[in-house]
């Protein structure tokens, strides 16, 4: 390996290389300075892992520096770095590492384990100082979206979040992924994670310097407990409302959008009792003194029972009063509250009368999203705050790569521009989760990279990680296939879909909905068809060999089939506004059996990775498509014997 060619992500901070090498001999230690270096003895230990595992060499552990112990890594406290701070020197004799922390000791360990891997026993002269931009760097999982990781996937995303030097992962729990105990019928048709499950993942985390951070929302997006007889009556309007125009695409629901019970009325002291109890199921299983409530999009506030209220006291200001009152409880239990902030954000007169010892999560999807003038706000108040993008997997089917760069680098300037104190990746499962996990692990690498040095990192080589730490890929092509794949939705119509992609909402939508394809015409189809087959086509050339290889193919060719199968959907449609008695019936029949085989498959892989609870409900949407092509087929046929 030549200098020149080493690559390394996050890409530290500060990295000079010189000319020489360290040749890691086949005897020798990795050394604790003295003993008060013990508390480094994690990032010792895995440090020897790495070595036993890329190199075949078992190098013991010794604690203080003799004459007769040949130091292959000498580990040394330094209090003078800065909080997460990290140096390391490579000289001729060997290598040093210099930590303000365990976990710091544990960062410098990931960037050594790098350099072997690309190194092997010869590792480049060097001098790296190293420190992140924020304090806390996390990904979080969306749990409640049908699709729920068996406890093994939860520990694979755990060891990439290791090696991307991140340390906090939270999972999203609405409805009843989690098994609480006050409430086992809630989750009594699922497969929920224990609390025992939480206790092994949490210890997992500790290991390797993660905090579990609890997650669970508080007061919108309730619908599966309000929506149960024994807490509808909790709800802001329990028999449901629709929503109002502005929020929702008229193309994609023609006929308005009927939501359920989803908002907690606030004024119902039942409410506080039942999130009392929900808490004290939940929050025994984690370590972490953090706790994020949610409560987020609460739509019918103030539309309902607390109607009267919110006009004379303002709707922010009703919000703001129940936010106090879960406040109350989460400090009661001696946990930091984390919201998300878009509803105060509506309000900013009212961010000052926060506590202050809350911290908001700013989110947002989009490249254009606004964090510069939000984190503003929040700054101004002297609210903690984090910065939350997203892998813009959701609702994208292979995802959509360009504008998860650009929100993910977004978010990372203005929140260290502006003063976060975290940056929280997250990964949503909106509509069945039907991306499947490769499709976000490109977020997690670039995101990562920019939370620990926006400076450093905006052009960080995603694919190369990919490539060669992810999935081994000797061709060397997944990266950008990845990224590649996940741009398929710039070929679709020019009009911005947030949060979105026309080929997800069209396999979606009923088969009747001719209005989505207006702006979609058939040279779109041509360009997209093309587009992904090309894509498919690069399949047959990689090369991986991570120790899931065969499953991460079969997902991609998974991830490709549904954006094909919506191509042909689309076909269909623009047929059915224009020239419905053209169709032939042999066509949708052909429809029927793709949509078959896709369905088996996506069956297959889900149960690879999760838990079978969810599924159903995933695929609803994909059955009622089935049912509508049949009926249709029905009436062409009816058609042409007449």
Not at 63 to 81: D, K, M
């Amino acid at each position: 390996m030549t200098n020149h060619s080493l690559l390394l992500l996050p890409n530290p901070r500060e990295l000079t290389l010189s000319e020489g090498f360290f040749h890691i001999p086949a005897t020798g230690s990795i050394v604790l300075a003295n003993a008060t270096d013990r508390n480094a003895m994690p990032a010792a230990r895995k440090l020897q892992q790495v070595i036993s595992q890329v190199l075949q060499l078992s190098l013991p552990l010794s604690i203080g520096t003799r004459s007769a112990v040949l130091s292959v890594c000498n580990f040394s406290y330094n209090p003078e770095l800065p909080a997460q701070g990290y140096e390391i020197l490579v000289e001729e004799s060997g290598i040093s590492v210099f930590y303000s922390s365990p976990e710091a000791a544990f960062y410098a360990v990931a960037t050594l384990k790098q350099l072997v891997e690309q190194s092997g026993r010869t590792i480049p002269k060097l001098h790296i100082r190293d420190e992140p931009d924020f304090g806390a760097r996390g990904v979080m999982i969306d749990i409640s979206r049908n699709k729920i990781p068996k406890q093994e996937t939860l520990y694979r995303i755990v060891d990439l979040m290791a090696d991307l030097k991140m340390n906090q992962l939270q999972l999203y729990i609405e409805g009843s992924p989690f098994a609480y105990e006050s409430f086992p019928q809630v989750s009594e048709l699922e497969t929920p994670i224990t609390g025992e499950e939480i206790l092994l993942l949490d210890a997992y985390c500790r290991e390797r310097y993660i905090e579990l951070v609890p997650n669970q929302n508080s007061f919108g997006h309730m619908e599966d407990w309000l929506s149960r007889p024994e807490f509808n009556q909790l709800a802001e309007i329990p028999e449901g409302f629709m929503l109002p125009e502005e929020m929702y695409a008229a193309d994609f629901y023609p006929e308005g959008l009927f939501m359920r019970a989803g908002t907690f009325h606030t004024e119902d002291p039942a409410v506080v009792s039942l999130l009392g109890k929900m808490y004290d199921d939940l929050l025994p299983y984690f370590s972490s003194n953090q706790f994020n409530v949610g409560c987020d999009e609460t739509y019918e506030l103030g539309l309902g029972k607390s109607k009267a209220l919110a006009e004379t006291q303002g709707k922010g200001r009703l919000y703001l009063s129940f936010l106090q009152k879960i406040h109350e409880l989460v400090v009661s239990r001696g946990k930091t509250m984390q919201f998300w902030g878009d509803i105060i954000i509506q309000y900013p007169e009212l961010i000052a009368e926060l506590p202050k010892n809350i911290i908001a999560m700013e989110w947002g999807y989009t490249a254009e999203h606004p964090f510069e003038a939000d984190t503003k706000k929040f700054r101004d108040a002297e609210i903690p705050f984090y910065v939350c993008p997203g892998t813009n997997s959701w609702n994208s089917l292979t995802g959509r790569s360009d504008n998860m760069l650009a929100n993910l680098r977004s978010a990372a300037i203005h929140g260290r521009n502006n003063g976060a104190i975290g940056y929280l990746i997250t990964d949503w499962g909106d509509f069945g989760h039907w991306q499947h996990l490769p499709v976000s692990y490109a977020g997690f690498v670039y995101g990562a990279a920019v939370a620990w040095s926006v400076d450093t990192n905006q052009q960080a080589d995603v694919t190369g990680y990919l490539n060669r730490s992810v999935f081994q890929d000797q061709s060397e092509n997944i990266g950008q296939l990845l990224l590649d794949l996940g741009n398929y939705y710039k070929l679709e119509s020019p009009i911005i879909r947030s949060n979105d992609t026309e080929m997800s909402m069209l396999l979606r939508c009923n088969l009747d909905n001719v209005l989505m394809v207006e702006q979609l015409t058939e040279e779109h189809f041509e360009r997209l068809e093309v587009y992904i087959k090309q894509i498919d086509g690069r399949l047959d050339g990689l090369s991986l060999k991570c120790d899931d290889a065969e499953l991460v193919l079969k997902e991609l060719k998974n991830g490709i089939h549904f954006v094909k199968h919506a191509i042909q959907l689309g076909r269909i449609k623009r047929m059915l506004a224009s020239e419905p008695q053209l169709i032939d019936p042999l066509f949708i029949t052909e429809q029927i059996k793709d949509l078959d085989l896709l369905l088996h498959q996506y069956r297959q892989l889900w149960t690879e990775r999760n838990r079978l609870g969810g599924l159903e409900q995933s695929t609803s949407k994909l059955i009622r498509l089935r049912s509508q092509y049949e009926n249709l087929t029905a009436i062409l046929s009816g058609s042409a014997k007449k």
